[in-house]
């Protein structure tokens, strides 16, 4: 069965650690994935000399397919001409051509959608009906049985440890759309902090909902860890089998060295098949 790594927010760049980076490469060799998810942020401002690392980075992770989806550092806050011009310019050049994509393994489909907002909520990124309805189409088209993967980088859920914190706005009727869809799994990142719960468990009347877990990686390779995980590192290992889906944080301490398992969270699969409502 499956074996996704999911890591996020590289950040190349001034906050870039290279030994970090290093044992984030050693623990993907080990693990040896079906896919690797890079949820955005791989760049810190979103030059060119940062994307050209990125790439570099990208292209020692060819043994594996990759899913990709931009960060809202991945867009030159400052530089307004660019982000209004090209906003995802050095993105699409360096990192995807595409911004929202679809990508079948044997027993999952991962959609994943650019939840960038260069023009208006750069911080808290937004996801439009438009790509709601396109990423609906694609899980509609997902064969009977497989897992339902959404990714986007920016958080649906606060962290739990840190706040006020923004969630990208309208995430309830997000959550609500993607139960509509059935999806099962959201990865994501942005939070800089490793973090997993369920759409039941985090809004209040949810219980109506179909239950979607949420999986936010931290920070894989740059020093700004918050929280819990400040000066650390993470990512999530993802294993999909027939009757649950099984997510282990790898956590790299602020003390450095390797990337160690530090917890597993398992959750039983909900059918497909107008099942809304299912699961706790
Ligand atoms: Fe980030």
Avoid at 226 to 233: D, K, L, S
Wanted: a positive charge; aromatic letters at 8%; hydrophobic letters at 40%.
């Amino acid at each position: 069965m499956p074996v996704l790594v999911h890591a996020s927010d590289l950040h190349f760049g001034k906050p870039f650690s290279p030994e970090a980076a290093e044992a984030f490469l050693e623990a993907l060799s080990s693990i040896s994935p079906d896919l690797v998810v890079l949820s955005g942020d791989f760049t810190q401002r979103a030059k060119v000399r940062e994307y050209r690392q990125a790439r570099a980075f990208l292209e020692g992770l060819a043994s594996w397919p990759l899913v990709v989806t931009p960060g809202n550092h991945d867009v030159p806050l400052y530089r307004v001409w660019e982000r209004l011009r090209a906003p995802l310019g050095h993105y699409r050049r360096y990192i995807s051509e595409a911004l929202d994509s679809v990508t079948r393994l044997e027993e999952v489909t991962v959609v994943a959608l650019n939840s960038t907002d260069p023009y208006g909520a750069i911080v808290n990124g937004r996801l439009t009906d438009r790509q709601l309805a396109w990423a609906a189409a694609r899980f509609r088209e997902a064969p009977m049985g497989h897992l339902r993967v959404l990714v986007t980088h920016h958080n649906l859920m606060p962290a739990p440890d840190f706040g006020p914190y923004q969630v990208m706005p309208g995430h309830t009727r997000i959550l609500e759309a993607l139960a509509g869809m059935e999806v099962d799994l959201v990865l994501g990142g942005h939070l800089h902090r490793g973090w997993v719960a369920t759409s039941r468990q985090v809004f209040p009347g949810g219980a109506a909902l179909r239950r979607i877990v949420l999986a936010y990686a931290g920070t894989a390779t740059s020093f700004r860890g918050r929280a819990a995980e400040a000066g650390a590192n993470s990512f999530n290992e993802v294993r999909v089998t027939p009757g649950q889906v099984e997510i282990t944080r790898h956590l790299r301490s602020r003390q450095g060295g390797d990337f160690r398992p530090e917890c597993t969270v398992a959750f039983p699969r909900l059918p497909h098949g107008g099942t809304v409502g299912g699961g706790g």
